[in-house]
């Protein structure tokens, strides 16, 4: 079984610049998560999507990140304009998404690696 | 809101010594899993715990949640240079929740 796919591995830009990740999820998972995980932190959460509708984005600073998941599979995170701050991996998850079940191992991807300058 | 602390945040261990990690919660868990991460890629999951007293092993690591389910251990037994990497614990938010939030870290070297 195929795994959570994410890209691109790495992105180095300057700040002020946009930058779109992309992240396909277990084949028949329902849930799909962005995390941001700083150097030395564990994963925050930034978004929760279950098919294409939004569960939890209150951690997305919704001024410069945006998320979308129009089909219900794979996903896009966006970032515009960046800043040093956001220097980060970037991870998403996938879980099946029981509709109310929770308790669900999350499946992370490779995740990708942002660097600002 | 809930906080996971992990202990020790960094472990340097011989190959063959078995160790182990913590992680407290500030509340009752509901659902406490273990990821390992190698540095810049993603997590692996380890395993998961939701009852008080349960444990788990998967080869030679065992993950055990207390019976008041405000901690959990890892631990390594005869620890082998492919044992490195960060270890990370992740608890449930809520009851009916599958947001997790996650602890710290805590980074694994097994030199030789």
Redesign the interface.
């Not at chain 1, 999820?25 to 962005?34: E, N, Q, V």
């Not at chain 2, 044992?83 to 990370?88: D, K, R, T």
């Given at each position: 079984e195929a795994g959570?796919a994410?890209s691109p591995r790495y992105k180095i830009i300057e700040k002020r610049q946009s930058v779109a990740f992309w992240c396909n999820p277990i084949s028949g998972h329902a849930?799909l998560y962005w995390y941001q995980q700083i150097l030395?932190?564990?994963?925050?959460?930034l978004i929760?999507f279950q098919n294409n509708g939004v569960v939890?984005d209150s951690q997305l600073p919704k001024d410069r990140f945006s998320a979308e998941r129009l089909k219900g599979v794979d996903s896009t995170l966006k970032i515009q304009p960046a800043k040093l701050e956001d220097s980060a991996?970037y991870?998403c998850?996938s879980?099946e998404?029981t509709q109310g079940?929770?308790?669900?191992?999350?499946?992370?991807?490779?995740?990708t690696?942002l660097l600002v300058l | 809101s809930q906080e996971?602390e992990q202990s020790p945040q960094s472990l340097i261990v011989q190959e063959g010594k078995n160790l182990t990690i913590n992680c407290t919660s500030s509340k009752t868990l509901?659902?406490l899993?273990w990821?390992k991460q190698k540095y810049?890629?993603?997590?692996?999951?380890l395993m998961?715990l939701?009852k008080g007293g349960e444990e788990k092993s998967h080869e030679k690591i065992t993950a055990k949640l207390d019976e008041k389910k405000q901690q959990s251990s890892l631990h390594i037994t005869a620890s082998q240079p492919s044992h490195a990497g960060i270890y990370?614990c992740?608890a449930?938010a809520s009851?009916?929740?599958?947001?997790?939030?996650?602890?710290?870290?805590t980074r694994l070297q097994v030199f030789p």
């Amino acid at each position: 079984e195929a795994g959570v796919a994410q890209s691109p591995r790495y992105k180095i830009i300057e700040k002020r610049q946009s930058v779109a990740f992309w992240c396909n999820p277990i084949s028949g998972h329902a849930t799909l998560y962005w995390y941001q995980q700083i150097l030395g932190q564990g994963p925050k959460l930034l978004i929760q999507f279950q098919n294409n509708g939004v569960v939890d984005d209150s951690q997305l600073p919704k001024d410069r990140f945006s998320a979308e998941r129009l089909k219900g599979v794979d996903s896009t995170l966006k970032i515009q304009p960046a800043k040093l701050e956001d220097s980060a991996v970037y991870l998403c998850a996938s879980s099946e998404g029981t509709q109310g079940r929770n308790q669900e191992t999350q499946y992370f991807g490779p995740g990708t690696r942002l660097l600002v300058l | 809101s809930q906080e996971l602390e992990q202990s020790p945040q960094s472990l340097i261990v011989q190959e063959g010594k078995n160790l182990t990690i913590n992680c407290t919660s500030s509340k009752t868990l509901y659902g406490l899993y273990w990821y390992k991460q190698k540095y810049g890629e993603g997590l692996i999951f380890l395993m998961m715990l939701q009852k008080g007293g349960e444990e788990k092993s998967h080869e030679k690591i065992t993950a055990k949640l207390d019976e008041k389910k405000q901690q959990s251990s890892l631990h390594i037994t005869a620890s082998q240079p492919s044992h490195a990497g960060i270890y990370l614990c992740g608890a449930d938010a809520s009851y009916n929740t599958d947001k997790l939030i996650f602890g710290t870290g805590t980074r694994l070297q097994v030199f030789p």
